[in-house]
């Protein structure tokens, strides 16, 4: 394995869930980073016992009043030196206003030099037509997405910050360039796209990401990349998705000279499968592939009939147990990311990037309007066609996205 890293030193503040045990929120995302060379600090918005995939945690969440406590004491001691912030799940309204102004105290820090601060803000709310939080979370996210140099919504939240029903990828491409013109948006990668059975757009064997990098007139440069689905539940890979690519993305402008540029932006004349948001994304998913195959194929293994020892193994031999059978087949699904560190750092790219030229017409054109959002049930374990397919969540949990149908991965 080479030990020569990604990146020059990063100093990243990231900010989402943590567990105890398991690999979601920022257990997973500060591996991923400082695994890749990354100097992280993890600010925790809930400290859970497990990921909510289990059906049941014990833990607290943090509120917003502590979340700038926290940065307060960094900042005090002059620890607020970051060159990045990736955010993720953030439990309530306030504690999303209070991220908020950690980056904009962030920003206007960096303001005398461009291009060297830059967000990545995953608005994780929901999936499936359902809302993980409360509804007025969603108008909080809203608020900042101009703030934002990119981000990374699953397909329904899509649809709630940029109010169009995604049913095509004319559609879609619609709701792209809403999120561009309307919030001037810089990056957008939609994380999992899902449309109606009966659209020719996507096989059902195969998962897509979604992703743009406006042009100065904001337009959008829309490239997607497809990937074999993998017929397994799993959680954290959304964290994983987005801790690779603030990695990889970096690498990137790096390589395009682009680390200087308000919000790392190509020149219009770069096609959008030339970006660096889509070279970045290449690397991110053959990394995502190649660990989630080989979870696959530890989990298979763990839940064999030879294998099923340990406590929870003797227990359903004792006593037929639903819950019993639902917490041993979660913890199998578990991503084996420490094991497969080489998978990060050295990844094969076999799936690259397409120009996806979509005539969206005129902007509305599609079915728009606010999204009706569902509330959630307390867990589940439908598919959630990602790249990867993975659980539910309960409805204002914190395990940061159990991949919450984010991924093509």
């Known amino acids: 394995m080479s030990t020569e890293l990604p990146v020059p030193e990063t100093k990243v503040l990231a900010i989402a869930s943590h567990v105890v045990f398991g690999n979601v929120g920022n257990t997973m995302a500060a591996f991923v980073m400082q695994s890749l060379g990354c100097d992280v600090a993890a600010l925790n918005t809930v400290h859970y016992s497990n990921?909510?995939?289990?059906?049941?945690?014990?833990?607290?969440?943090?509120?917003?009043?502590?979340i700038r406590e926290l940065?307060?004491?960094?900042?005090?001691?002059y620890l607020d030196d970051y060159d990045m912030m990736l955010s993720g799940y953030i439990?309530?309204?306030?504690?999303?206003?209070?991220?908020?102004?950690?980056?904009?105290?962030?920003?206007?820090?960096?303001?005398?030099?461009?291009?060297?601060?830059?967000?990545?803000?995953?608005?994780?709310?929901?999936?499936?037509?359902?809302?993980?939080?409360?509804?007025?979370v969603v108008p909080a996210y809203k608020n900042l997405l101009r703030e934002a140099d990119l981000i990374l919504p699953n397909q329904f939240e899509a649809e709630l910050l940029s109010d169009t029903k995604i049913t095509s990828l004319k559609s879609l491409t619609t709701a792209v360039t809403h999120l561009h013109k309307i919030h001037r948006i810089p990056h957008i990668l939609v994380t999992s796209v899902r449309l109606p059975s009966s659209s020719p757009d996507i096989s059902t064997s195969?998962?897509?990401?979604?992703?743009?990098?406006?042009?100065?007139?904001?337009?959008?440069?829309?490239?997607?990349?497809?990937?074999?689905a993998i017929d397994c539940f799993f959680s954290g890979t959304g964290d994983m998705f987005a801790a690779l690519l603030v990695v990889r993305l970096r690498e990137a402008v790096i390589a395009s000279n682009l680390l200087s540029t308000k919000s790392w932006?190509?020149?219009d004349d770069v096609s959008s499968t030339d970006l660096p948001l889509a070279k970045a994304a290449e690397k991110v998913l053959a990394s995502m592939q190649a660990v989630l195959e080989k979870t696959k194929i530890a989990r298979d293994e763990a839940l064999s009939e030879g294998a099923m020892g340990g406590p929870l193994g003797t227990m359903e031999k004792e006593k037929d147990s639903e819950k019993r059978g639902h917490l041993r087949r979660t913890?199998?699904?578990?991503?084996?990311?420490?094991?497969?560190?080489?998978?990060?750092?050295?990844?094969?790219?076999?799936?690259?990037?397409?120009?996806?030229?979509?005539?969206?017409?005129?902007?509305?054109?599609?079915?728009?309007?606010?999204?009706?959002?569902?509330?959630?049930?307390?867990?589940?374990?439908?598919?959630?066609?990602?790249?990867v397919k993975d659980q539910r969540r309960p409805k204002d949990d914190g395990?940061?996205?159990?991949?919450?149908?984010?991924?093509a991965v």
């Open 331 to 387: 913890k199998a699904a578990e991503v084996r990311v420490v094991r497969n560190v080489a998978d990060l750092r050295e990844p094969v790219v076999k799936w690259k990037a397409e120009v996806l030229e979509v005539d969206a017409g005129k902007e509305g054109a599609e079915s728009s309007g606010m999204v009706e959002a569902k509330s959630q049930p307390e867990y589940g374990t439908e598919p959630n066609d990602g790249v």
């Open 206 to 228: 195969t998962l897509s990401v979604i992703g743009s990098t406006a042009r100065s007139n904001l337009s959008p440069r829309i490239f997607r990349i497809t990937v074999p």
């Open 51 to 66: 990921h909510t995939g289990y059906g049941q945690v014990k833990g607290t969440k943090t509120s917003a009043d502590e």
């Open 71 to 77: 940065y307060h004491g960094l900042k005090q001691s």
């Open 91 to 136: 439990p309530s309204a306030e504690g999303v206003d209070a991220v908020g102004s950690i980056a904009r105290d962030l920003k206007l820090k960096s303001g005398m030099k461009t291009g060297s601060f830059f967000w990545v803000l995953d608005p994780v709310m929901g999936d499936d037509g359902r809302l993980y939080v409360n509804e007025n």
């Open 265 to 267: 932006v190509s020149p």
């Open 399 to 407: 395990a940061e996205d159990t991949l919450r149908d984010r991924v």
